[in-house]
């Protein structure tokens, strides 16, 4: 083999192990994105909370006891990026309180910063502090920038009439991507080669 030869043959190799080394990162990268996945799918059905958050609770509950009411009922609906949409007529039905109460108490949250509130056209979406409360890996919390919530509604406020059923009332959610959620393709050099 001359020199020549044996420079490309070298050159060559290390271009083959530089794709070799990528497509493990690749692999290695899939595989990262599916065990958080997983991870956050076992997050579903639970909330986290600070302790020391709990202390800010308890002054909430002497100060409204509605409002610790709604944010437990908020915390329980929201979606994982701790946001949901309800109406207040829905809230007031769920406490079987007024509209005033209800008012307040959403003013009581907004004040001790456990909510947020965000118009959508004329309904609210409420944001759950996640400093307080989140659903993912506390590492990841703070990562969801883009807004997604949870749409309660109910069927006085709808065209078609049902009583509310909390274990039936289906839920729908935007999926929420983000560059790093993107699905990575990998060729298969095998399975292109046979066709």
């Not at 997050?43 to 709990?54: A, C, I, T």
């Not at 456990?114 to 959508?120: G, H, M, N, P, Q």
């Not at 078609?160 to 990998?186: A, C, G, R």
Request: net charge positive; hydrophobic share 40%; aromatic share 6%.
């Amino acid at each position: 083999m001359t020199e020549q030869e044996q420079q490309q043959e070298i050159e060559r190799l290390r271009k083959e192990l530089a794709r070799t080394k990528q497509l493990n990162q690749n692999l290695s990268d899939l595989r990262e994105r599916e065990e958080i996945e997983e991870k956050r799918k076992k997050n579903l059905n639970f909330v986290q909370l600070y302790k020391k958050e709990l202390m800010e609770l308890r002054a909430l509950n002497a100060k409204d006891p509605n409002a610790l009411t709604i944010l437990l009922i908020m915390v329980e609906k929201m979606n994982k990026q701790n946001a949901l949409m309800i109406s207040q007529n829905n809230l007031i039905k769920i406490l079987k309180k007024s509209r005033p109460t209800v008012s307040r108490a959403i003013a009581a949250l907004k004040e001790s910063k456990f909510l947020d509130v965000i118009k959508v056209g004329t309904a609210n979406a409420y944001i759950i502090n996640s400093n307080v409360f989140w659903q993912d890996n506390a590492l990841l919390k703070d990562k969801a920038a883009i807004f997604t919530a949870t749409v309660i509604a109910s069927g006085d406020e709808q065209d078609k009439k049902y009583f509310e059923n909390w274990e039936n009332v289906k839920l729908k959610q935007l999926p929420l991507l983000m560059d790093d959620d993107m699905p990575s393709i990998l060729e298969d050099k095998t399975k292109n080669q046979g066709e």
